[in-house]
């Protein structure tokens, strides 16, 4: 394929994915009778100038703009909540979320919360709270700029306790874009350091997915393909971005988020307490701990492991190498192999562990993960 065209893609969301893609969002807002958006983004991506261009150009389309930015890195409740505020106040009609995995999952969050009223945590997935999702919800765009998370294709959002830092999700096949429009010219733009988090938070979805035990073999087919596009395109997405590493690895974003559905596993739940507790980048936290986490469950699935090294095209087929592949990997785009080296002090270990074992990821692992195992593995990463 090439990559200076608009290609369609439904799986089962409709997918606009190639250059110049965003050009269609005033035309597809004004088909659907839709003029008064509601762009949900962070902070940072509110400023830049590609965005502010998308704002520009629906306004020269004579469509109502209402934009919400305030959220956290890490996303909380009190953010859908602010969000749910303007909504109100604004008489919108639509939900366009911009951004990455924080931005995106608070614009679906906001989609629910729009009619169902009840404490957010009540649709909580891990409590069964899916049951309760039973009301319309608004006309929903997604529109990444990273590859990472994948989350504009993916029904769920995952939300922290603004006290506990416990992360929910909520989730339901309503929350799901109508389209996604996914255009790898607005992640032309990403510095390195972001380029490189957002990717290992890729490969880690794909990696996982296809660990994960339950069976799905649609899933593992679209985690070795993301895999495959990771391999090609990472380091040059990070050292010396072209339009095709770009495309590669927005691809296989998508492609890791759509295979997770499968489940994630050990390493997941290693990062998700970093960022619920010490604020740090989810991509980041998950880098880190990728090369431990996949160690850890290389002993009883070495066939698995197999799979991945030939997929990494590695001369030993084993999950030995793929480990250090992935330390390799690390390296090749400036990320640290120690935990020490993001802020995580000994003293945190305790604490990490406990959230680590309590995190919804890891009972889909493929091998039981204990507090103990935790503990052992913050250590040995520090």
């Excluded at 972001?194 to 880690?204: C, K, N, S, W």
């Amino acid at each position: 394929m090439t990559f200076d065209k608009v290609y369609q893609y439904n799986f089962p969301t409709t997918i606009r994915f190639g250059a110049g893609a965003i050009k269609e969002l005033p035309a597809y807002l004004k088909q659907h009778g839709l003029n008064r958006p509601m762009i949900v983004t962070d902070p940072t991506i509110a400023t830049l100038p590609f965005f502010k261009a998308i704002v520009a150009d629906l306004e020269q389309h004579q469509l109502s703009v209402e934009v919400f930015s305030d959220i956290h890195k890490n996303p909380v409740k009190s953010d859908v909540y602010k969000g749910s505020d303007l909504w109100d106040g604004t008489s919108r009609d639509s939900i366009i979320g911009i951004g990455g995995g924080a931005a995106l999952d608070v614009a679906r969050a906001i989609v629910l919360r729009v009619n169902h009223r009840e404490d957010l945590f009540k649709y909580d997935d891990l409590i069964g709270g899916d049951v309760h999702v039973t009301n319309d919800v608004p006309h929903f765009i997604t529109i990444p700029t990273t590859s990472g998370t994948g989350s504009e294709v993916g029904r769920s959002a995952i939300i922290a306790d603004d006290e506990t830092h416990q992360k929910k999700i909520l989730f339901s096949p309503k929350l799901m874009a109508k389209i996604v429009f996914a255009d790898p010219v607005l992640t032309m733009d990403l510095p390195p350091f972001i380029t490189a988090a957002t990717g290992m938070d890729a490969l880690t979805h794909n990696m996982e997915a296809f660990l994960a035990k339950n069976p799905h073999p649609l899933c593992d087919g679209i985690a070795l393909e993301g895999i495959s596009l990771i391999k090609d395109s990472l380091v040059q997405a990070t050292n010396k971005p072209d339009l095709e590493s770009r495309s590669k690895m927005l691809m296989a974003s998508m492609m890791g988020a759509i295979a997770f559905q499968k489940g994630l596993g050990v390493v997941h739940s290693l990062a998700h307490p970093l960022s619920s507790l010490l604020d740090t980048h989810h991509g980041l936290a998950n880098a880190v701990n990728l090369p431990y986490g996949m160690e850890f469950n290389i002993a009883g699935f070495e066939d698995r492991f197999r799979r991945i090294a030939r997929t990494l095209d590695l001369k030993e087929e084993t999950g030995e190498a793929v480990v250090k592949y992935l330390f390799d990997l690390n390296t090749q785009v400036n990320i640290s192999h120690h935990l020490s080296d993001i802020g995580v002090k000994e003293a945190h270990i305790e604490t990490l562990s406990d959230l680590a074992f309590a995190d919804f990821a890891h009972p889909n692992n493929p091998k039981p993960v204990s507090r103990e195992d935790f503990k052992q593995l913050y250590l040995k990463a520090l």
